[in-house]
Every structure is written in C-alpha cells, then in structure tokens.
C-alpha cells in the first residue's frame, strides 16, 4: 500500500489546515515550528503562528454546474 510521506499547501489559513489534514489523515501530525523558523517568522512581522479566526463553513464540498437543491 502506499504512503505518503510529505504534504504541502499554499493556503490563508495553514495552521488550521495542517491540523485539519493531521486530523483526516491516519498516522499524521502536525510539525512543530523550530527556534529558527520562529526567528524567521517574527523577522517577516509574524508574532503567531495560530490562524483560527476561520468562520465555520456551511458546506466543505460545492459542485459547479448543476442548481442547487431547494
């Protein structure tokens, strides 16, 4: 069977979603940031590494082209 040994995303919210994947995903987690990464983060003006201001959503899967239900 085959595993998948990295993922990345360029996405708004990565915190959230690192967690959301770790979470989908068996034998998965999040990495914690390291010393260096944070010196790098907080060189660019970022003081947090949390991003949870997301709304929840109403629906995670849309289909294009078809009208919606009523």
């Given at each position: ?21 770790a ?21 660019l ?22 009208p919606?239900?009523?």
């Amino acid at each position: 069977m085959a595993r998948l040994r990295d993922i990345v995303f360029d996405c708004a919210h990565p915190a959230a979603t690192a967690r959301f994947w770790a979470a989908a995903l068996d034998g998965y987690a999040v990495a914690p940031y390291d010393d260096a990464e944070l010196a790098r983060l907080r060189s660019l003006g970022i003081t947090s590494t949390e991003d949870d201001v997301l709304p929840v959503p109403d629906r995670l899967i849309t289909t294009s082209g078809c009208p919606a239900p009523e």
